[in-house]
């Protein structure tokens, strides 16, 4: 959208220009822990198992979503700062 070169940038023209962003981040986020309650509802034993010595798969998965989500929030941020700089 052209922008009148008086105009300034107004907060919610970053918040609109980041959605596809976060959408996309969201959709991730929700794939990662959907995979881990559909191995969880098709194999239930699978997750009791020993993964790490005798730490069990389930806690593991658990570990590494938080992890994940961690992760992904950082990248967001990064990207969404860099995006949103004139």
Known sequence: RLMHPERKLHP???VVGNLA???GFAALAVAAIGAVVALG???PQALT???IGPVPLSLVLAAALIV???ALTGLYVVL???SARP
């Open 68 to 70: 994940f989500a961690v």
């Open 80 to 82: 969404a700062n860099r």
């Open 49 to 51: 198992r020993a993964a």
């Open 21 to 23: 962003l976060r959408f």
């Open 41 to 43: 509802a098709a194999s």
């Open 12 to 14: 919610d023209d970053r």
